[in-house]
């Protein structure tokens, strides 16, 4: 079972224009949310996490929105730009046997039109 | 560089051949995971380490994995008699303990002909 899942493939979206990801989650029992970013033969890149206990978190362009009742996290980008096209992964967490355990979605490729 | 390091970056693989695949975490990095990541999806655990101790490879797919950290740094992944179903990208990450953040390392793309 997808107990994460990021349910659109891809996103076209024009430069200066606003981007947002969405991700919906099963497990009631993931306390931390994460978002990476990825380039193509590169491993996933860090870009903002939110615990579970915000419903908000923003670091310059990018805010992510966590909505516990529906079970469901966005990633907004604003003002989108070339250099943000990239495969977005949302993983969420628990911590199992004393480490965070990371389950992910299946990715997002995002496309920024000039 | 202080990044999370991983070789060799491409491995091909004759069915039944045996590969070992190496991670250099970041330096003084307590815990230490292993990811699979097939086309198109996103990684999927595969095991934990936290120094030397594996905590859990419930992820591992099979006996045919094996993997070890026996001084807390360096990690090895081993797939033993690799199948064509083991081509993927095998990432590795590394955290502080403390953290919640997981530093990936470029990955390793297997593929086995």
């Known amino acids: 079972d997808q107990q994460v899942k990021q349910n659109s493939p891809s996103l076209s979206v024009q430069e200066g224009r606003i981007s947002i990801l969405n991700c919906d989650y099963t497990?009631?029992?993931?306390?931390?949310f994460l978002w990476y970013k990825k380039y193509p033969a590169e491993g996933p890149t860090f870009l903002i996490s939110?615990?579970?206990?915000?419903d908000k978190n923003e670091d310059g362009r990018f805010t992510v929105f966590l909505n516990k009742s529906a079970k469901h996290l966005s990633l907004h980008i604003v003002p989108s730009q070339p250099g943000d096209s990239a495969v977005y992964f949302c993983?969420?967490?628990?911590?199992?046997?004393?480490?965070?355990?990371?389950?992910f979605g299946q990715g997002t490729r995002l496309t920024i039109n000039p | 560089g202080a990044g999370v390091s991983q070789s060799p970056r491409y491995k091909v693989a004759k069915r039944g051949q045996d590969v070992a695949l190496r991670c250099d975490p970041i330096?003084?990095?307590?815990?230490l995971f292993w990811y699979q990541q097939a086309l198109g999806q996103g990684p999927e655990f595969l095991t934990y380490?936290?120094?030397?101790?594996?905590?859990?490879k419930s992820g591992l797919p099979s006996d045919r994995f094996f993997a070890e950290r026996p001084e807390g740094s360096v990690s090895t992944l081993k797939i033993q008699r690799t199948q064509q179903e083991d081509s993927a990208v095998y990432l590795c990450?590394?955290?502080?303990?403390?953290?919640?953040?997981?530093?990936f390392g470029p990955g390793t793309r297997l593929t086995v002909t």
């Open positions: 330096s003084g990095h307590v815990s």
């Open positions: 380490f936290q120094n030397e101790a594996q905590l859990d």
């Open positions: 497990n009631s029992m993931f306390d931390y």
């Open positions: 993983a969420a967490s628990a911590v199992i046997q004393g480490a965070q355990k990371l389950v």
């Open positions: 990450a590394s955290s502080s303990y403390t953290y919640q953040e997981q530093y």
């Open positions: 939110i615990s579970s206990i915000k």
